[in-house]
């Protein structure tokens, strides 16, 4: 533990550098003095520099990857998942070095980065160099001789440059989700990272290098989002565009590219139900809503903020819910503990805001509620006691507005079309889970369910083939097995006359 906390602290500040065309380009020296500084959320400390890069930085990524597009683009699909199985057999040989990278940068437990951030990452570049290799298009004839007879078939080409825009709170799992069916279809792309947690998308700009991935096929900047991302969305030479981020700078992003017509596709914030009814058994359940409810600190967009519970039930589970918190979930170092630091400082002060709205607006603190006291080197870490909510309105602020943290609300509901009222009450439309032991109303709940996702009995249990996304605020196109493809790719219709 000891030798632990002293390899946290005693580690250099890292001069992270955009990849452009191969390289890794050196800072001038005003641009040095210009960097932002990377906080750890573990202890506040400065542990990294990126370049503040700005449309300049932006063109000279978005020509090499031009450049490169037309070569690239001629590969067979082959060729083409051939580089990301080398890509995924890299991440899958550095996965140790990478959770390490990404705990560090994040300031999520350890253990999560181990077992599922970094194993996505590497199972997204594997999972598309498959769906490539035994890819399909459709065909449609009509038979016989006459004046009609005609061939259809589909014929998918690349778009061009991606511009691709990613958060701080999975950076490589996304990251990577975007970048593998990106360039497996052909296109070349250009991605800005959050500037928040720039290390592993440098860590995998260093591994397209190892692996031999032609130059100008996979570009870093890194930057600010008013500056670099502004400069990317806006670029003309950029047809393509997958933003995930909050929904108010997905507003931003889609009012900049919808007047130049490209494509787009935006995942954006939620404020996702977990439903409970009274038939489900409380005690083998309640791992599975407490990790719905605050894995990595409440900030995945996926996370179950608002529970609802059938009133029978009402009482025994916030008893048992928040005995549950208190007990499994306890703030500390990242390397050891399984429950975290949020991201910043500025977002810790935002979750604790909420905390004194939700007292305000009537609310009860069952548990959490305030920054967590740690000893150091963590003392200056920005560590949230996981909060749970009774006692609120269901159209408070607190119960209708994305926190992105370790904050949930619990309320009861009478019956099945209370919940569902409650459920589309806001102006999200991500995921949910409902928890029941009565199948049929699980699938009729779902069917009414004003959301992109539904799990009943089971929260964030993926399926790489499905489509991903959401409805009404939380954003709009799909990605994710051959939908991924339909967004990734120009579709023509090639019609032969026979």
């Known amino acids: 533990m000891e030798g632990k906390t002293q390899d946290y602290l005693s580690r250099p500040v890292i001069e992270v550098r955009n990849y452009i065309n191969g390289r890794f380009v050196e800072l001038t020296e005003e641009e040095r003095k210009d960097a932002l500084d990377v906080y750890s959320p573990a202890t506040g400390a400065v542990i990294a520099r990126v370049p503040r890069s700005t449309s300049k930085q932006v063109d000279e990524a978005v020509r090499a990857a031009k450049a490169a597009f037309k070569a690239w683009s001629a590969l067979s699909e082959r060729e083409r998942a051939d580089y990301l199985e080398k890509i995924s057999k890299r991440i899958a040989e550095k996965l140790e070095e990478l959770a390490d990278i990404e705990s560090y940068d994040t300031g999520k437990p350890l253990n999560l980065a181990r077992t599922v951030d970094i194993p996505r990452a590497r199972d997204n570049f594997a999972f598309f160099a498959g769906q490539i290799r035994h890819d399909f298009t459709e065909a449609h ?22 511009g691709l825009i990613t958060p701080w709170n999975l950076p490589l799992y996304l990251l990577s989700w975007k970048v593998a069916p990106a360039i497996g279809c052909g296109n070349t792309v250009v991605a800005k990272p959050s500037e928040l ?39 003309k ?12 700078t997905g507003a931003i992003v889609n009012s900049t590219a919808a007047p130049l ?81 949020v991201i910043s400082a500025d977002h810790m002060k935002k979750v604790l805001s909420y905390i ?67 459920c589309n009450s806001t102006r999200y439309g991500l995921a949910g889970s409902l928890w029941t032991n009565d199948l049929k109303r699980g699938h009729r709940f779902a069917q009414q369910w004003e959301t992109g996702m539904v799990w009943v009995n089971t929260w964030l249990l993926r399926d790489l083939r499905v489509p991903f996304g959401g409805v009404k605020d939380s954003g709009f196109g799909r990605e994710g097995g051959r939908y991924a493809f339909e967004f990734w790719t120009n579709q023509k219709n090639v019609c032969i006359k026979l």
């Open 141 to 162: 004839s009509n038979a016989g001789s006459g004046p009609l007879a005609s061939l259809n078939y589909t014929h998918r080409s690349p778009v061009g440059v991606a």
């Open 197 to 235: 947690t720039p290390l592993t998308a440098n860590a995998l700009a260093e591994i397209c290098n190892e692996i031999g991935l032609p130059p100008g096929v996979f570009n870093v900047v890194h930057g600010t989002g008013a500056s670099a991302g502004q400069a990317l969305v806006a670029h």
């Open 261 to 341: 017509f490209k494509k787009v596709s935006l995942e954006l914030g939620g404020k996702n139900a977990t439903v409970i009814f009274d038939d489900v058994n409380l005690d083998e359940i309640m791992p599975s809503i407490v990790r719905s409810a605050f894995a990595n600190q409440g900030q995945v967009c996926l996370c179950g903020s608002r529970i609802l519970v059938h009133e029978k039930i009402y009482e025994t589970f916030v008893e048992k819910f928040a005995q549950a918190v208190k007990t499994t979930l306890i703030p500390g170092d990242p390397r050891t503990s399984n429950f975290g630091a």
């Open 356 to 422: 004194e709205l939700a007292k305000q607006e009537g609310g009860t603190i069952v548990c959490g509620g305030k920054r967590a006291d740690l000893p150091q080197p963590f003392k200056n870490g920005y560590f949230i006691e996981p909060t749970v909510v009774t006692g609120l309105a269901t159209d408070s602020r607190c119960a209708q507005e994305e926190v992105f943290g370790p904050f949930v609300t619990v309320h009861p509901f009478k019956d099945e079309a209370q919940a569902l009222e409650i």
């Open 237 to 248: 030479d950029v047809p393509l565009i997958s933003f995930t981020g909050g929904t108010a």
